[in-house]
């Protein structure tokens, strides 16, 4: 639906990693020149010969200290500063923000 009353060169964005039903309608996409991004979604894999969700076994691993996760936060503000940090999120391209948190201690 979201397709069909999106204006003509609109950007969608598919939030969900299923295929679309088997009866999708694709012309809007092209007669429209829709700008379709999806997000990144994970499946089932097998890692060390054990099946389950791709991001459980992400999970696992940063659990299992396999994989370091704290060069991701790269910078933290006090919460009176919050301005400060939705603007350095703003500005990913200058600032290098990949986390950002607030420390409340």
Do not use: C
Not at 5 to 26: T, Y
């Amino acid at each position: 639906m979201a397709v069909r009353v999106l204006k003509a060169r609109g950007h969608a964005r598919q939030e969900r990693g299923e295929p679309p039903p088997d009866d999708w309608e694709w012309t809007p996409l092209y007669f429209k020149e829709i700008s379709w991004v999806g997000s990144n979604a994970f499946g089932v894999e097998e890692v060390d010969g054990i099946r389950m969700h791709g991001i459980a076994h992400y999970l696992k691993m940063v659990e299992e200290g396999r994989i370091d996760i704290s060069p991701m936060l790269t910078h933290t503000f006090r919460l009176e500063d919050w301005h400060s940090a939705f603007e350095v999120l703003a500005t990913q391209q200058e600032s290098g923000a990949i986390k950002v948190a607030f420390d409340f201690r």
